[in-house]
């Protein structure tokens, strides 16, 4: 163990809270609505959410900046998919 707690470090909070803020302005709430009773989504519904993340810039966040993605740490990854999963968002 490194003795780094990592969740605490003011740049990781920092993410978190810019993922939830986002997704809190920005999933449409029929697909959350949708995603969080398990029901199934359309092709639309897909779409239009990669389209908002596609806008965004977080499309592919892991992906180099040279190739359109944002560098994201794996962490970073993980935190974008935990946040984006709880908020009912679409994987």
Known sequence: MLG???MRDPAIQA???EVQQFCEQNLPRDIRDKVLAGQHLEKADYVRWQKILFDKGWI???WPRQYGGQDWTPLQRAIFD?????????W
């Open 4 to 6: 780094i707690d990592l």
């Open 15 to 17: 993410f978190r809270a």
């Open 60 to 62: 592919v966040g892991h």
């Open 82 to 90: 935990d946040e984006t999963s709880k908020a009912g968002a679409p």
